[in-house]
């Protein structure tokens, strides 16, 4: 009888072990929500189609940095025909928040805060709060 109850409590426990990511997951329910990223109101289209912005936007900046800076390049034109200046502070953030779009993205998915605000001025912060 002793050993029985020590065979099960074995086997109890190696089954709570082995399906805890599973009620683990629902206890914590509220940290797997997607970030809450407020989109610019009167705006439908990004400079190019979400799906490539979502996965590539930071190589779309770095080039825009480059066209920018190496060769005296501007203007960028988008898939719907519409035309940027290619610039992080004054398109990016003209349309985005960078608190409540940026961060709250690249915190959720545990993305080192890029640097680039080092240099490049965040209009929402200089007018010190939320628009
Ligand atoms: C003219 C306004 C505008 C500008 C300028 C703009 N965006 Fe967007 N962006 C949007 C809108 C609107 C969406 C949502 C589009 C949709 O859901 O179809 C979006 C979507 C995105 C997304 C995807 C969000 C998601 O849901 O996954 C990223 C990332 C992004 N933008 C980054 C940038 C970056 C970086 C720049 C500068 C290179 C930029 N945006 C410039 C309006 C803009
Ligand atoms: C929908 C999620 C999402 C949103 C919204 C988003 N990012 Fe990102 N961003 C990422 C992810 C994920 C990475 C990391 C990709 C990697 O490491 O390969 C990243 C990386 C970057 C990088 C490269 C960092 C580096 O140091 O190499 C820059 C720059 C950047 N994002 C700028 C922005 C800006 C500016 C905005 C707002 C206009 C923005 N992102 C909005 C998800 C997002
Ligand atoms: C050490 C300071 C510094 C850092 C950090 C930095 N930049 Fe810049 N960036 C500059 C300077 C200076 C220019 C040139 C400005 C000009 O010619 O008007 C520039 C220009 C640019 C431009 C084109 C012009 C504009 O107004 O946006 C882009 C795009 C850009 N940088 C993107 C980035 C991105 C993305 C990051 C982060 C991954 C970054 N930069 C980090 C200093 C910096």
């Given amino acids: 009888m002793r050993k029985k109850i020590g065979i ?13 990511p599973l009620w683990h997951s ?20 990004c400079v190019m189609p979400v799906a490539y912005m979502r ?4 190589f779309l900046l770095l080039n825009w ?4 800076v190496r060769h005296d390049q501007h203007t ?28 709250r993205c690249h915190t959720y998915m545990g993305v080192q805060t890029p640097n680039c605000f ?3 001025v965040d209009p929402m912060a200089l007018r010190g709060g939320m628009r």
Avoid at 8 to 20: P, Q, R, S, Y
Avoid at 26 to 45: D, F, I, T
Avoid at 55 to 58: A, D, L, Q, T, V
């Fill in 8 to 20: 099960l409590a074995v086997l109890l426990g190696f089954f709570i072990l082995v399906t805890f």
């Fill in 26 to 45: 629902v206890g914590m329910r509220h940290s797997l929500e997607p970030p809450n990223l407020v989109l610019p109101a009167n705006q439908k289209n």
């Fill in 55 to 58: 996965s590539s936007h930071m």
């Fill in 65 to 68: 940095r480059e066209l920018v």
């Fill in 76 to 103: 960028f034109r988008s898939f719907d025909g519409k035309s940027y200046n290619m610039s992080l502070t004054g398109t990016c953030l003209g349309c985005h928040n960078k608190q409540q779009f940026c961060d």
């Fill in 118 to 120: 080092n240099c490049h």
